[in-house]
């Protein structure tokens, strides 16, 4: 069979076992070379990831893992995180017990969602979930002398347990029921499989494993708590990648697999998404520590996320493509930051903040264009992804009560999360009380980072097209045929919205 | 001077701006006052060389942006926004003069003002909605940072909070409005041409309108100020810096009338029928509600601010009206409100820097101690009340002879809102402030000097010279009023029975 | 008699909400763990159940890869769970909860 | 659109070429050129200003008298051509200037009145600081008062006629540091304002109905079709009548007037005498077209019946004119007695034209120009004399001090009250009461006769109190003639008082609003003896009952005897029969209230419940919503299990 199917995936294991040997030989005083090694190593396959070295469409392991556009979008993607992630641990290594080991698990994180982005069948999902997850575990409870990182640590490893222990019985009855697990042959009955309970209690169990991922209402209990205990670098790799992967899955099992019965759902998920988003944004009102604000608004934003799967369209999968992308662009500036103060001042309250305006100019931006953009102002990335949405989301507007009401909802997500994003920034350039001003020196490959993703905020806030055809392109390689057509029976969209 | 290169000057300044390390004041000031000069230069050469009479776009630029998901970045001027895009760059300009000594972070103000001045520029400017509704977020976001920072008195933070969740709440539910038409209309793109072309050919559904168009009218109605949206407006530029409340009540708070003008009306046309007299109502909210609120303000900024809502109220008439006398109408008094809610601003600002307090009861007798602050103070006010000579006599004028047909009650009531009520608190504030024995600590500074009175003196003039010649605008605007409005022209003399009938 | 697919999936059905309420119920992280590993199992009976009647085998693969999946999650799971302990010297669920709201 | 360039472009062009009639644009913008000049060039020196001022107005002047020559005494209509204002649809407003009989003797007063004034002003007003701003704020005000006089079309009135509120608001407030004065000047302005509003509707209403504001199209479609109005004839003509109300004071509008006098003496000469308050008498003979249209009310008003609009504007003018006559015989301040005669005698004028009689009302207004300003600046003389003392009961025993303001006040007094054959007065009061007898309103004649007695009465006893008699006071007994500047205005101004009558104004007035008109045989001096001997008769007659009983009561007076006479009814003319005091106790809180209650509910109710409240229960659900975090695990467990079975509910129902 053809292997250069795999050869990132290949790529990327290699690269990180030759972090851990690379570990024994080099002297500890020169760890920071591994990072860079590392970096660059996910740098070089990125640039070959997204330039020529992307391998053509076809399928592996008889059907079970599919290269195609969506694929090959996300891998981006992915790589893209860890890369950033990577180059910001250079300048923390001293800090990271294990050095080696971090970086190797991220690479072997990476591993899986590059393995999410491509399955095709529910057996491999679960594997590349579970390698994604159990990874997390770890760099969850990294720092193991803070008990929080441990804490959240566990209460990850119970709950993702819990989730994937629905998840398997889940597909224990898709299997039982389809006789089959793999997606294709799935869509292809799924006009008889959709009659059954039995698949269709086990669909639901299964995507409640992946809203776990996503962290959506009622699943999202633990994303506050991990976000806030994990070590800062964790977490960003946490509300990108493994997020990213939970909406990779997602999208293929929804639309891949069994879009007529997603489109029969939408008006759950819709509701899902709502409630979701409303729950983050209020939740986060009230919050001082950074790392758990962001984890508030990370569920708000996947419940944006969900108002665009629940439109079941072309416009709405391309809407979500789009947002994600420039949301972890968004989400890796800010959480750059949020690494460098919190690692320093052992807090991530938002006093620590204050008067970053003075102390480091660059981060004091990073953190702004991320907070900004993730408020949905423009010209930052969030604001034309948002824009995307709300327009998917409006297209079913006009023949169904629940989208514009969700639209409503949406709009007053926006508005609420405004208020506790200006905090952030007004504590950052106009402090109640005065802070001390020592200014931060910020090290090169954490710099490297921030410009690296607040160049792309701006980059697919002001130039969108690319980004845009690419997710075109890839939500079109989903089957969104039948999809549309399943949701024309469905919800009836004007056809026009859909190209 | 090409539109895309007005729009971009303001841009260009604020990088500039970025660029200059940050002790250097004077140069900021020097870059952000050069950068808006070049702007209203532009601006003027623009519109005088626009051609009245026609109907269509002049000047128009495009370019493809997104193509995939169908937006362009497409710039041009009709007589609908010609004259706002004057007045925005007149305003922009007085606005930076006015903030000459901001001393807490100067570099930041003016990269904001310029931002600001941008995002107004690029909303009036923009043909393809998205751009228009991209630019007027741009611009707001500077106006709240603005208020939170530079602003004054004690509530601000409650006022800045207020204005931001209204303002935001309003756009994006307009934007809701906006995406369903792009979905509804079919045509795949929110390019006013475009949309305009495909619209005749194809109209929305009356379903849809009836979708859209309450969308519209709450959302962009809020940034304007809609009764009863309204009641950020007069405790937000209570609490803005002069510059921010000019440009804002000058020229932000237009953009949401520019876009119901542009969209609601010629594309929602059964819609608007249908909401016609309901929008009069709350029209008559902003008149009447508004003015008497003004009535009983004892704080400067406050009585302009709820005076300036209750010019808004002619302006949605005219709306509601439709025809093409009205809409020329609405036009004219958004250039002229705008004009003169900047001057009037401008002008309290600085009254209350010299004399400490916006507090009416604590002045009194200015005219004596600052003549050209004082007089051009009176001057203000008399064209709040709708005096001839100054802009907004002529469109407000024109709006009541435009909704006469169609709402002669309602003409009635705007009339005397206008007229009365209007003269009252406007004469009365002139009374108390600037007549009248000169009251204890109301000095502790002098006039304009010659240079301060520049900013004054531009937007005097254009007041005045849109006052005395409002054809120069409505010559540019009928034409082009006549494609938006619904009623076409009025055939006149219309039968007296109906009028008879109407009147009673 | 000879037991049919659905007695199988009762009793496994039975495990899973046997597990579920152990990971509800008990205060211990590691009884807690063992529940959730229950009903791992309970799905596994179920895929092998399927597997035999359907006679088709990747059902059983499957198990397989659970198998595998979960021993390499009980180790990771243990050792936090231990790691723990030593910090705090308790291993209940409602001394863990110094992250909240 | 075209169309419209095109005209334009004519009138460019055509505006200033060699007609007669264009002369009027110079005398139009002449003042305002000079007030712009002063704004904005030599403010700073007050004689330059004055200057200015001046020699622009008495341009303007010799201007209108060869205008009023050129082709005035020729009567015909005419109008250059118009430069475009606004065009939109179906509303176009040109700026075009009516010339013809009424508008170029109007041009004359107003020129002639305005020029004596502000050389008057010279002296009165000699060293005050403001002078500049006042000599400014007068010719801005001429320029409004002229262009009222030749605009073309009702719009472009309303223009000027809001700017003449606006300067006057300047005049009266000119010692805005007096809160009298500001006060005055705001009621004046607020007051002219509720007028305006009855203008406004009537204009829009005639627009609807005819299409058009131009008076002459708007004569044109009355003529072609004089029902064009239909039901609202009526009330387009009251409603346009409002703004005459306002402007000239016609009770209920009337109180401004009185106030007004806080403004310069010279100011109260030039717009309550001459100019300002004329307007309206002027406006409604200018729109007379319009009432001359067959009345008619809308259905539910036919209670009307056939009352036509000018039968009420009659009754409301001659009432006016009672009512200030009565109320000015118990004033004592020197200006609010000449104040209330000129309410009067607008009054007569407004009856006049709703006799019928516009070309009637039109001669009084002229001579009556003349003269009231005379008096007017007579009695700025004397106050200056007696150092701003205005009580005639603190004068007395002038005229031998003030030699020329005494003579000239006394031809004055004598044309205001109609001394036949000599003074213009007579024949302009006879021209009324003849309209009122032609016009068939008996009763409205009989008032008029009252009035015409009233009038030299309350004016012999100004005259006589502060006049004759032993001086009261020192101010009195030093009084000392004024200079120059201020007495040779007032001679200017007594010939006309005089000699007006002798050119045959009425016939030359009549015959604008009549083509068919042709003066009467047997003419001149004694022309209303032959003619309408009734009317004349009882002029003179109520004329000597009014001297007589002046001099019965006053002569010799130290006190005034009245009070004591009439007792509670002296009391109310004294007190303006309280029409303030119900003003003040009536509209200002009616609007005070609502816009405290308005106040109210948008603090309390608007942003208080609707945003405090919003923005409160937004963050009340946020900190009770994160209480569900509560960090223990069997919480999330159980709320995931709780989670999944709604899933699984609702998915597979």
Known sequence: MNYSLLSLEILVTLLGVTVLLADLWIPASARKLLGYAAATGAGVLLTYAIGSGAPADGTAFGGMFVVDALSNYFKGFFLLAALVVLLLTVDLSDTIKGYAEYCALILFATVGMLFAASANDFVLMFVALELITVTFFVLVSYDRTRSGSLEAGVKYLIMGALASAFMVFGIALIFGSAGTTNFYEIAAHQAELGKSPVFLIGLALTLVGLGFKVAAVPFQMWAPDVYQGAPPLTTAFLATGSKAAGFALLMRVAFSAVPEITAHWSRLILVIGVLTLLYGSLCAIPQRSVKRLMGYSSIANAGYLLLGMAAVSLSGSTAVLTYLGGYIFTVLAGFAVIAVISSRAGSDDVSVFAGLGQRSPILATGLTVSVVSLAGIPPMAGFFGKFLLLKAVANHAGTERFFLVALLAACVGVVISLYYYFNVIRSMFWPKSVPDLTPIAVGGATRLALVLSIVGVFYIGILPNSLVTGARQAAAGLAPQSAVAGHAAAASAPAAAHH | MSLSQLLLTPFAGALLVLLVPGNYRVVHRFIALVTTAITALGAVSVFAAFQPGIAGMQFEEQAAWVPAAGFGFHLGVDGVNIGLVLMASLVAFAATCVSWDIEKQPKLFYILLLVMTGGALGAFLSLDLFFLYFFNELALVPTFIMMGVWGRGENRNYATFQITLYLTLGALIGLSGLALLYSQSGANTLDWVTLKAWLAEKPLSGHSQNLILPLLLVGFGTLVGLFPFHSWAAPGYAAAPSATAMMHAGVLKKVGLYVLLRVALPFCPAAMNHWATPLAVLAMGNVLYCGWVALRQRDLFLLLGNSSLAHMGFCFLGLAAANVIGVTGVVLIMVAHGLLAALSFGLAGHLTKVTGTSDIDKLGGLLKTLPFVGGALVMAFLAGCGVPGFANFPGELTVLFGAWKSFPIFVILAAWGGLLIGGVYMLRAIRDLLHGPLRDGSIQGGDAGPWRRVPFLVLLAALLYFGINPGSLSDRIAPSAERIALVKSISAPATVAATAHAAH | MIPGLHHYLIVSGLLFSLGLFGVLARRSLLVIYMSLELMLNAANLALVAFSRFNNNLNGQVMVFFIITVAAAEVAVGLALIVALYRKRQSAHVEDLTRLKY | ?653
């Not at chain 4, 607020?190 to 509003?197: I, P, Y």
């Not at chain 4, 044109?220 to 029902?227: D, I, K, R």
């Not at chain 4, 015409?452 to 006071?473: C, D, E, N, Q, S």
């Not at chain 4, 003896?529 to 008769?537: K, Q």
Request: some cysteine; glycine content about 10%; overall charge neutral.
């Open chain 4, 1 to 653: 659109m075209d169309a419209h360039a095109a005209q334009h472009a004519v009138a460019a062009s055509s505006a200033f070429s060699s007609r007669p009639e264009d002369l009027a644009w110079f005398i139009l913008l002449l003042p305002l050129i000079a007030a712009a000049g002063i704004a904005f060039g030599v403010r700073r020196s007050p004689f330059l200003s004055s200057t200015l001022s001046i020699s622009a107005t008495v341009t303007a002047f010799i201007l209108s008298v060869a205008l009023f020559l050129a082709f005035g005494l020729g009567g015909y209509a005419s109008s250059p051509s118009p430069f475009s204002w606004i065009h939109v649809g179906s509303l176009n407003v040109d700026l075009g200037l009516a010339v013809d009989r009424l508008s170029v003797l109007m041009l004359v007063i107003v020129t002639g009145v305005s020029a004596l004034v502000q050389i008057y002003s010279t002296a009165y007003l000699h060293g005050d600081p403001g002078l500049s701003r006042y000599f400014g704020s007068i010719s801005l005000f001429t320029f409004s008062m002229l262009g009222i006089v030749l605009a073309d079309n009702l719009v472009m009135m309303f223009v000027f006629w809001e700017l003449v509120g606006v300067s006057s608001y300047l005049l009266i407030g000119f010692w805005f540091e007096k809160p009298s004065a500001a006060d005055a000047a705001k009621k004046a302005f607020l007051t002219n304002r509720l007028g305006d509003f009855g203008f406004l509707l009537g204009i829009l209403v005639v627009w609807s109905a005819t299409g058009s504001v131009s008076f002459t199209e708007i004569g044109n479609a009355l003529g072609g079709n004089p029902t064009a109005l239909g039901g609202l004839a009526s009330i387009a003509g009251l409603l346009i009548f409002c703004g005459a109300m306002g402007k000239s004071a016609q009770f209920p509008l009337h109180v401004w007037l009185p106030d007004a006098m806080e403004g310069p003496t010279p100011v109260s000469a030039l717009i309550h005498a001459a100019t300002m308050v004329a307007a309206g008498v002027y406006m409604l003979c200018r729109s007379y077209v319009l009432f001359q249209a067959p009345g008619a009310w809308p259905a539910h008003l036919w209670f009307l019946g056939d009352i036509t609009a000018l039968d009420i504007i009659a009754i409301i003018g001659g009432f006016t004119a009672l009512l200030a006559a009565l109320i000015a015989f118990q004033q004592d301040d020197i200006k609010r007695i000449l104040a209330y005669s000129t309410l009067s005698q607008l009054g007569y004028m407004v009856m006049a034209v709703g006799c019928g009689g516009p070309d009637a009302a039109m001669y009084h207004l002229t001579t009556h120009a003349g003269f009231k300003a005379l008096l007017f600046l007579g009695a700025g003389a004397v106050i200056h004399a007696c150092h701003h003392e205005q009580d005639i009961w603190k004068m007395g025993g002038l005229w031998h001090r003030l030699p020329v303001t005494f003579r000239t006040f006394a031809i004055g007094t004598a044309a205001l009250a109609g001394v036949p054959i000599l003074t213009s007065g007579f024949y302009s009061k006879d021209a009324i009461l003849v309209a009122a007898l032609d016009g068939g309103h008996p009763v409205l004649f009989g008032l008029g006769v009252l009035v015409a007695a009233f009038t030299p009465f309350y004016m012999l006893r100004l005259v006589i109190v502060a006049f004759f008699g032993k001086p009261r006071t020192d101010a009195a007994r030093h009084a000392h003639e004024a200079p120059m500047a201020m007495t040779w205005p007032l001679i200017a101004l007594a010939i006309p008082s005089i000699a007006v009558a002798w050119f045959g104004l009425g016939d030359f007035l009549s015959a604008h609003f009549n083509p068919h008109f042709h003066a009467h045989e047997g003419g001149g001096l004694f022309g209303p003896f032959n003619h309408a001997p009734l009317a004349a008769v009882f002029g003179t007659g109520s004329l000597i009952f009014g001297v007589t009983a002046a001099f019965g009561i006053y002569w010799g007076a130290t006190t005034d005897p009245l009070p004591e006479r009439l007792g509670l009814l002296s009391r109310a003319m004294r007190n303006r029969f309280y029409f303030d005091e119900v003003y003040e106790a009536i509209f200002v809180p009616m609007h005070d209230m609502v816009g405290r209650l308005a106040a109210a509910v948008d603090r309390w109710v608007v942003s208080g419940l609707g945003i405090r409240g919003a923005h409160g229960s937004v963050e009340l659900a946020g900190r009770a919503l994160r209480l569900l975090q509560t960090g223990n695990l069997q919480t999330y467990t159980f709320l995931f299990a709780a989670g999944v079975a709604v899933v699984v509910f609702v998915a597979t129902k």
